[in-house]
């Protein structure tokens, strides 16, 4: 049977890469000019050999999330009402990402009915579950059992990915082509204006203080990706040196991944990836975030509770010589990544490849 990609959003893929390179399959955009789009961006990246024009993975394109014409599997990484037949398609829903943000920033589009479509919901986090659960909450329901049927809990592939590039630090360093590998390397990743995003706000005060000792990597949100080149030109123009820019917009060349191996400490606000860099168990700061949506986790899963918080009167180049020196919080870090991060050692937790396989194979 065949395997399904959807993705809204271009980023999303990150999270759908590593089902691909393992099971092949094809990718779902939504519109012409999103097929035209993931094919710019993905070309060179078919890895079953694909005949495609710029050697890229198969890409469709289904309108209004009708998709009552395939049969086999579809992993969605974004919270899609997708019609099909229940006997010859199967549907799952992997969230991306386990940021504390809600999920479904607008309720009258129905996010809890478009979950309960799902056959299935991949949970790569005890987060995901709390967020479904507040989610819920905001249509006043109580009882989740036929939802809680539909969890799977997995490990997130990109972290065994993670792991096996780790080794290649200074390979890393030179394909993004730092120039003084001998200072630490402060990667600053914040999201974006749906998550108060702090990129225009710091980026020329970061530029100028961080630069002066450290290398500084600059990864914005997707939808600030725009940004890079004003960003790198004014750069230019002020003789700021030791700063360098990574694409979301371009995963083959610019993965979140690499440049977490690449860095000392990450600089972020709300974005997801505070999470996820607790794999490297390097130090975090945390700009404070003006933000009001985001759900109370646990202490335990509450990266705010656990990292040195940035304030506008704050030096920033004196908390990153802290953060380094001190590991005030990060030295909880390994233990903070297993609470946050279903690990394969966990009874309960499956491979998603095999549940897919196996899947599969039942259609």
Not at 64 to 75: C, K, S, T
Not at 251 to 256: I, P, S, W
Not at 325 to 350: A, G, L, Q, R, W
Request: hydrophobic share 40%; net charge positive; glycine share 4%.
């Amino acid at each position: 049977m065949a395997m399904y990609y959807y993705a809204n959003q271009l980023y999303q893929l990150s999270y759908a890469l590593p089902f691909y390179k393992k099971l092949g399959g094809t990718i779902i955009v939504n519109s012409i000019s999103k097929y035209f789009k993931f094919h710019n961006q993905l070309k060179g990246m078919a890895a079953f050999n694909e005949n495609t024009l710029l050697n890229t993975p198969n890409i469709i394109i289904r309108k209004n999330g009708n998709m009552q014409d395939l049969e086999g599997i579809i992993l969605s990484f974004s919270n899609l009402w997708i019609e099909r037949d229940p006997a010859k398609c199967k549907i799952i829903f992997h969230e991306h990402g386990a940021s504390d943000k809600r999920i479904g920033s607008n309720l009258k589009t129905k996010p809890l009915e478009k979950l309960k479509n799902f056959d299935y919901i991949f949970l790569m986090s005890p987060k995901n579950q709390i967020k479904i659960k507040a989610l819920a909450e905001s249509f006043d329901e109580t009882n989740l059992a036929d939802i809680e049927d539909k969890f799977v809990k997995i490990h997130n592939l990109r972290f065994a990915e993670y792991l096996e590039q780790s080794v290649n630090k200074q390979s890393i360093l030179n394909n993004i082509g730092i120039k003084d590998s001998s200072r630490k390397t402060v990667l600053y990743a914040p999201t974006w204006r749906f998550g108060s995003g702090t990129l225009r706000k710091y980026f020329h005060q970061f530029a100028r203080e961080i630069t002066k000792e450290y290398n500084l990597i600059i990864r914005p949100h997707f939808h600030d990706a725009k940004l890079i080149p004003q960003y790198k030109l004014w750069a230019f123009t002020h003789n700021i040196n030791n700063i360098y820019f990574s694409n979301p917009a371009n995963l083959k060349k610019h993965d979140t991944f690499t440049d977490f191996i690449a860095s000392d400490i990450l600089l972020s606000d709300t974005s997801a990836v505070l999470y996820e860099y607790l794999i490297t168990e390097n130090p975090i700061i945390i700009i404070h975030p003006n933000y009001g949506r985001q759900i109370e986790m646990p202490d335990n899963l509450n990266i705010m509770k656990n990292s040195v918080i940035f304030n506008k009167q704050d030096n920033i180049s004196s908390l990153i010589i802290q953060a380094l020196e001190e590991k005030k919080y990060s030295i909880k870090y390994h233990k903070m990544y297993t609470d946050c991060f279903y690990t394969p050692n966990e009874n309960d937790v499956v491979d998603a490849i095999d549940f897919i396989n196996k899947l599969n194979n039942n259609i």
